[in-house]
């Protein structure tokens, strides 16, 4: 698969995974009355559990042949899908036996030991570790609120973690005790861990996604939700497990202080140039 190919598939992975956000699409004065009306905004982050995923290579010389064979098979089909060549699909399939072969014995050859592997996902099971015993959500609630009110003027308040205690929790804010708050900012932590292609030994985005979600208070309407995702630094899968995953740690961390610029900034801030 060549270099360029790669890059336009990758692209479209990580596009796919976070879509635009609302205010984007808006114009001028639907952002300005979505605005108008936020008033006093209580924060509330999610408690549950995040859901690590992650993109691992291919282990040892069968699950290299196997996974080989799937991408000698497809590539020249989806190549000729998108080549501005008549019949290119057809094409395509005519040739993806021969490079499913090529494909196979190419990936036993080149695909990773299972020790590498195995050692890699235990200096990554072990940040994550890390991670969780250390989950900081609280800490990093109360520094969104403290960088939102600085770079804002709305008034923001941190509220206590009770509520998203399950993923589909689906929370009547009218019925809790939510004196002086008129708008609820949910931030659900859906997700995170390493993106990369379906290859022998991909390149890797560390990530973090969140679910955003702003609810008016007295009557538990939705007003808007979006999906925020930071994306970190792109390495081998072996690299993020070295010396007991310290960079992917370091890199899932480092994630957290762009996330929460990005929502303020898209949810508070940001006003389109044009009407669309």
């Known amino acids: 698969m060549s270099l360029l190919f790669k890059s336009i598939l990758l692209i479209q992975l990580l596009a796919g995974c976070a879509s635009t956000p609302t205010t984007y699409i808006m114009t001028s004065a639907e952002t300005e009355e979505l ?42 089909v989806l190549i000729g899908f998108v080549a501005p060549v008549p019949g290119g699909t057809f094409l395509g399939l005519i040739v993806a036996p021969f490079t499913a072969i090529y494909g196979a014995i190419s990936g036993a050859r080149k695909s990773l030991s299972i020790d590498e592997v195995e050692s890699a996902e235990a200096g990554l099971n072990h940040a994550l570790d890390r991670l969780r015993a250390e989950d900081d959500r609280q800490t990093s609630l109360a520094e969104f609120v403290r960088l939102a009110e600085a770079r804002t003027a709305f008034k923001f308040v941190a509220l206590p973690a009770q509520a998203l205690t399950h993923r589909d929790d689906y929370v009547r804010y009218s019925d809790l005790d939510q004196k002086g708050i008129d708008t609820i900012l949910e931030l659900r932590v859906e997700s995170g861990g390493l993106w990369g292609m379906n290859e022998l030994d991909p390149p890797s985005v560390a990530f973090i996604e969140t679910r955003i979600r702003l609810i008016r208070a007295n009557d538990n309407e939705l007003i808007l939700e979006d999906n925020q995702i930071c994306l970190g630094a792109r390495r081998k899968y072996v690299d993020w497990g ?31 140039l044009a009407t669309p």
């Open 242 to 272: 070295k010396n007991n995953g310290q960079l992917f740690y370091e890199e899932i961390l480092g994630c957290i202080p762009r996330l929460q610029e990005k929502v303020i900034e898209d949810m508070f801030l940001i006003f389109p």
């Open 35 to 76: 605005r108008s009306d936020l008033g006093t905004i209580g924060v509330t982050i999610s408690t549950y559990p995040i859901k690590s995923t992650f993109t691992v290579p291919a282990k040892g010389w069968w699950g290299g042949m196997k996974r080989g064979f799937i991408s000698g098979a497809t590539t020249p």
